[in-house]
């Protein structure tokens, strides 16, 4: 495992589940919280290179996720259970406020953590997926739908067991090759004839190694896709269940940064007006810097492990 060394593992009991985390350094805490289709060792650069600054970085699998539990229930994904994660965690380990990092679902995650308990973040430094107020016109899954139709990745996760099946059956390395060399910044699809085939030969990227894969298909083999999935499921119960939160802003110092490469930053159409014309700043009234990387996909925080640590750092030091 590249870049893991050096990183001691603990599993603690939070909010009626065991938690995976990993952690490495002393001095102020920074919690950092991955995404789809990851695990804790997204950050294993950030968690070397935050530790050598004098940081103590901390990094939790995710409800559903590697080593921690991953509960049978669909409605055990909610938004509001993942935040009970963190709160709990934090508590666990007698923290009373750190810093946060998130990526792609981690992100989603973060925002919501500093929208719920601000009281526990002192600053955010988020990755990929802006903040989105809640539209109280329309449910998320309808829009989506509407937008780019039923072979849209998002709605083919909604049907119980499908998207499990046909991951399946093209085997979990090739799953995760498909989605970390992703680079197309429209909207992914995977239509239900096939999303490829099995023996389909994914050069992986340069920012990827064989040993990297191999750990993370080991991991996901053992814990399945649906614990993962089952976040895209709670989509509109999310939406029901944040209705006391319409129009509710993030009142924590924010740096935010994306990949011009990135589908969030072309998705929905909107969306670059929405970061740079004032949009983001009104919602996130403390959002202090925007930052858009060149020739950058989704994966950002591996792709460009190095900038991103500094761009971390950079923030989090003026705190």
Known sequence: MEGASGISHRTVEVNGIRMHVAEKGEGPPVLLLHGFPELWYTWRHQIAGLAARGYRAIAPDLRGYGDTDAPPDVASYTVFHLVGDLVALLDTLALSQVFVVGHDWGAFVAWHLCMLRPDRVKALVNLSVPFMSRNPAAKPLDRVRASYGDEYYIIRFQEHGAAEAEFARLGTATVLRKFFTYRNPGPLFMPKEGWCSPNEQIPLPFWLSEE??????????????????????????????????????????????????????????????????????????????????????????????QEITDHIYDFIRKF
Not at 250 to 272: R, W
Request: charged share 20%; net charge negative; with cysteine.
């Open 212 to 305: 990297d894969i191999n750990y993370l298909t080991s991991k996901f083999e053992k814990s399945g896709f649906t614990g993962p999935i089952n976040y895209y499921r709670c989509l509109d119960l999310n939406w029901e269940l944040a209705a006391p939160w319409t129009g509710a802003q993030i009142k924590v110092p924010t740096k935010f940064i994306i990949g011009d490469l990135d589908l969030n930053y072309h998705d929905p159409p909107l969306m670059q007006d929405y970061i740079h014309k004032g949009g983001f700043q009104k919602d996130v009234p403390l959002l202090r810097e925007v930052v858009v990387m060149e020739g950058v996909a989704h994966f950002i925080n591996q792709e460009k492990a």
